[in-house]
């Protein structure tokens, strides 16, 4: 999977997962094949006001290479302000979270809000684009609700700002993280959207990662939820993609000796 200038192989990345996706977590998913990682989404106003608590979810390694990382905002001259700064800072790619649902979010016009205003959303992917020579990012849901589904709007408003690939979550807003991811959007979006797209939602074992990728012809998969408490699951999904036999999930011996090994790298 190319995205911009970077190539993703196996096409399979890591979602940026608020409170969960520090460097210790994108460290233990990449020694398992993870190809690409997102840090958590990074508020843009406090990138630009240097807050020291917000600065620090930019913190990574050699390892942890390639790394998205995700802001959220709804000003566009703030949020391309923020996308110098990550810039500058040695990110490979940067995306602007357009679809969570978290109240607090929303209620700052940033997050899935912009799925309801598609003329700011069009006009900071400009500003980003404007702002930055990295590969760019948008990952946005299915829409507000089942009456308002503009997944396949927001798409061609990013490819005509510039922007490299979109990643789909086909739930709406209203739907949270409960029924079932709807597919057959992120088809949809395939078959009409000029950038690569990226789907996410329901992976929670590497067979998943197959249909979805068979399903729906996306160019790559992103794992979020299926990846706590099981970075094998990377391994598996290289397996499928490459058409491979899968090793199976790991055993007891395999589990306990990645967590003594952590464990031990954390206390030390």
Same mark, same amino acid.
């Given at each position: ?15 940026? #997962?608020?409170?969960?996706?520090? %460097?210790?977590? /994108?460290? #233990?998913? /990449? ?37 998205? =990382?995700? %802001? ?6 703030? #949020?391309?302000?923020?996308?110098? &700064? =990550? ?16 109240? *607090? ?6 997050? @899935? ?6 003329? +700011? ?17 948008? *990952? ?10 503009? @997944?396949?709007? #927001? ?24 029924? !079932?991811?709807?597919?057959?959007? &992120?088809?949809?979006? *395939? ?11 329901? &992976? !929670? ?15 790559? =998969? ?5 990846? +706590? ?11 499928? %993609? ?27």
């Amino acid at each position: 999977m190319k995205i911009g200038s970077l190539a993703i192989e196996p096409a399979a990345c890591l979602a940026p #997962l608020a409170g969960i996706s520090n %460097l210790p977590f /994108r460290l #233990l998913n /990449r020694e398992f094949g993870c190809a690409l990682a997102f840090t958590e989404m990074i508020s843009a106003v406090g990138l630009v006001r240097s807050i020291r608590k917000t600065c620090r979810y930019l913190d990574t390694a050699s390892a942890d290479r390639p790394l998205g =990382v995700q %802001l959220f905002g709804a000003d566009p001259s703030v #949020l391309a302000a923020a996308a110098a &700064i =990550v810039t500058a800072r040695g990110a490979d790619l940067i995306d602007l979270n357009m679809g969570c649902p978290v109240k *607090k979010v929303i209620r700052t016009g940033a997050g @899935a809000a912009l799925m309801k205003n598609p003329a +700011l959303a069009f006009e900071i992917m400009k500003a980003v684009r404007r702002a930055t020579p990295l590969p760019l990012t948008i *990952k946005i849901r299915a829409g507000w609700s089942v009456r308002d589904i503009n @997944a396949l709007e #927001l798409a061609m408003l990013a490819a005509e700002a510039g922007v490299d690939a979109v990643i789909v979550h086909p739930r709406t807003v209203e739907q949270g993280f409960e029924g !079932h991811a709807d597919w057959q959007l &992120i088809a949809q979006l *395939k078959q009409r959207v000029p950038i690569p797209v990226v789907g996410n939602g329901d &992976i !929670h074992t590497p067979a998943d990662a197959g249909r979805m990728r068979a399903e729906t012809g996306c160019d790559g =998969v992103m794992i979020g939820r299926g990846s +706590l408490g099981n970075p094998w699951i990377f391994q598996g999904i290289k397996s499928v %993609l490459e058409g491979v036999p899968s090793g199976g999930p790991p055993d007891l011996a395999e589990r306990e000796r990645v967590i003594r090994r952590h464990w031990s790298a954390e206390g030390a």
